[in-house]
């Protein structure tokens, strides 16, 4: 971690021109953000820049746009939030970024900001496109990545644009993921229990292989757990499987054995007919064929809480079921009560990563604590499984 070149809070940076790419990639129905959870995180470093008498200018992407212009995926509503939030004058910047961008951006006065449209809609950026890269460097003094979520992609407001400003560094958010996910990777204090949910095995082998080396326990939940049972022979139902995975998980047991890394998955689980419907508490050996196993049941959770009750450091990534519907909530929302509490009271560290996890803990209606609620999906995988991620090394 020493190795990254951070932005160091004395650097005057008045009057200077700052490139701050952020991970501003909200859902937005209707022209409404529903979770501004990530606009939230960033704005205490965008206040303190304007305090500085900065000139920033904000890059950040919305969905996955290949190119072009769709409206639905617009900045405009997080222009209008950061207009609101802010206490500055915000600028919107729809045009084309050619040559003529710079001398456009020369109106920009110290402490004001400029919010760059969803930089996806340039098909240059997801190629990393060296031309597309320099004019946007171009734009500034300094480059700031305050994205991790986005570290893992080399793309050009990520990579390689940084071959076209003064100095590179990383913000403080991304400072933060670092820092939390080596408590579980290097600065560890055991024992270490990760719990992985998520619908699929495949996507996560790699992670789990790297885990596995690290961690003194892995829980197994949510639809990835469905291809445990059938390794184990039992019937799941019209349960979401993956194909072919008994080579890998024959693998995972033999590393576990290994490393001495316990291995634990559900013992009871709740059942429905569909996603929609009410729930069955049953044992997994009671399935019949046309249930569906969407939660993890009441036995499962004394035992994944007396493994947190036991542990010092957690790491959580996917829920325990489809938490969508409450009727199969109950696992997920007990993972995140008794890791909070522990959290709270016992000085547990706890390191809560991964989309859907952050909507599960969202949706919960009572006040949670955690040691880092990580807002990355890919990237937070990645640098779990020990790649140097392209965003990163660039800023090394």
């Known amino acids: 971690m020493d190795k990254i070149n951070f932005f160091p809070d004395e650097l005057i ?20 953000i529903t979770d501004d959870t990530r606009i939230i995180l960033c704005l205490p470093f965008i206040k303190r820049l304007i305090e500085k008498k900065a000139k920033i200018i904000i890059i950040s992407h919305l969905g996955r746009p290949k190119g072009v212009k769709v409206p639905e995926l617009s900045l405009i509503p997080i222009y209008r939030y950061l207009k609101n939030a802010l206490k500055t004058n915000v600028f919107f910047f729809k045009g084309d970024l050619d040559n003529e961008t710079k001398e456009k951006f020369s109106h920009l006065k110290a402490g004001e900001v400029i919010l760059i449209e969803n930089i996806r809609y340039f098909k240059e950026e997801t190629e990393n496109n060296e031309e597309f890269s320099k004019r946007l460097g171009e734009l500034g003094d300094f ?32 400072k933060k993921e670092i820092t939390a996910i080596n408590l579980i990777i290097k600065n560890k204090k055991e024992p270490v229990t990760c719990i992985l949910g998520g619908s699929k095995i495949s996507t996560k082998i790699n992670v789990i ?9 892995l829980i197994i939940v949510g639809a990835m757990a469905n291809n445990f049972f059938v390794y184990k022979n039992l019937k799941v139902g019209k349960s979401l499987i993956e194909d072919n995975t008994k080579k890998i998980i024959d693998n995972i047991y033999k590393k576990a054995g290994l490393c001495n890394c316990e291995i634990l998955i559900p013992e009871d689980c709740v059942v429905g007919i569909d996603y929609d419907g009410t729930g069955k508490y049953k044992n997994l050996d009671e399935v019949n064929d046309e249930e569906i196993i969407l939660d993890i049941g009441d ?41 909070s509490k522990n959290t ?18 969202n949706k919960y209606n009572n006040k949670l604590s955690f040691s880092h609620l990580s807002t990355a999906g890919g990237a937070f995988l990645e640098f779990l499984e020990g790649k140097d991620l392209p965003g990163i090394s660039v800023l090394k």
């Open 209 to 217: 292989t790297s885990l596995i080396k690290k961690v003194n326990n």
């Open 299 to 339: 036995n499962t959770i004394k035992n994944i809480k007396k493994k947190i009750n036991e542990s010092n450091t957690v790491l959580w990534n996917g829920p325990a079921g489809y938490f969508e519907n409450e009727n199969f909530s109950k696992g997920t929302f007990s993972i995140a009560e008794i890791i």
């Open 143 to 174: 480059y700031i990545n305050d994205a991790f979520s986005c570290s893992h992609r080399k793309q050009a407001s990520i990579h390689n644009i940084t071959n076209f400003v003064k100095k590179s560094y990383a913000g403080p958010l991304l």
């Open 344 to 361: 709270t009271k016992k000085s547990l560290i706890s390191v809560i990563g991964g989309g859907d996890t952050l909507a599960a803990i």
């Open 13 to 32: 940076v008045e009057n200077q021109k700052i490139i701050l790419r952020l991970d501003l990639n909200v859902p937005i129905k209707d022209q409404k």
